[in-house]
């Protein structure tokens, strides 16, 4: 299956936009990209998802690169509650495929 | 409320003792998973089900069993545990169509003395 890469840790400040990238050169045209949070002592959560274009929700935005091989995840104002590890995941609706989490990237933000 | 439930939230038992996790969603999911998380080494996946009676193993399979019954439950078994089996423990589910979102428990916390 398909896997991403995505930077261990990234600091931001306070109230500034911050772009997560995260490169999955090897999807498949049926690959969605989606994009999780964990903050510390809970279970991950769902932050947006996208196929080909680029979306946006309350939480974020997700560009996606026209050939699909990365794609960024922008928090428009980054807060202390921010703080959080971020994966990129692809999910496939191919009945075979399972989904593998990435080492995720680690979001510092400062005050 | 839309949710998927984990049951114990915390466990502490000793080597061999058989014991389940539970897990249980209400969203009518076709699929369901179970992850380990271990500080350094992120989530891994240890089983997943695409449907009732159809699991198939994840990364690290090896001293797990699961079973998918009904459409809503898919409980995680240790038949025999083993120290190296401490770690934290999510349980997700989502509909099959790559478009929709996973929805995680509150994780289990393992300990096996």
């Known amino acids: 299956d398909a896997k991403t890469t995505q930077p261990n840790s990234m600091e931001s400040n306070e109230e500034e936009p911050v772009h997560l990238p995260c490169n999955h050169s090897t999807i498949s045209g049926t690959d969605y990209i989606h994009w999780y949070r964990q903050l510390p002592s809970q279970g991950p959560e769902y932050v947006i998802h996208?196929?080909?274009s680029n979306v946006n929700n309350r939480m974020a935005s997700l560009a996606i690169a026209e050939d699909r091989k990365s794609s960024t995840l922008i928090l428009h104002r980054a807060t202390l509650r921010d703080a959080a590890v971020y994966y990129c995941i692809l999910k496939d609706n191919n009945a075979g495929n399972m989904l593998t989490f990435g080492g995720g990237t680690r979001l510092m933000v400062k005050p | 409320e839309a949710q998927v439930t984990q049951n114990p939230r915390y466990l502490i038992t000793v080597t061999g003792k058989k014991l389940t996790v539970t897990c249980s969603q209400n969203m009518n999911h076709e699929y369901m998973s179970w992850y380990r998380q271990d500080p350094g080494l992120g989530l891994r996946q240890i089983y997943y089900s695409m449907n009732v009676e159809v699991t198939d193993k994840g990364d690290v399979p090896e001293g797990y069993k699961v079973s998918r019954k009904e459409k809503r439950n898919f409980p995680l078994i240790l038949e025999s545990p083993s120290p190296n089996q401490t770690s934290l423990y999510f349980c997700?589910?989502?509909?099959?169509?790559?478009?929709?979102?996973?929805?995680f428990g509150n994780g289990t916390r393992l300990t096996v003395t």
């Open positions: 996208g196929l080909t």
């Open positions: 997700a589910s989502s509909f099959l169509v790559g478009g929709s979102p996973l929805h």
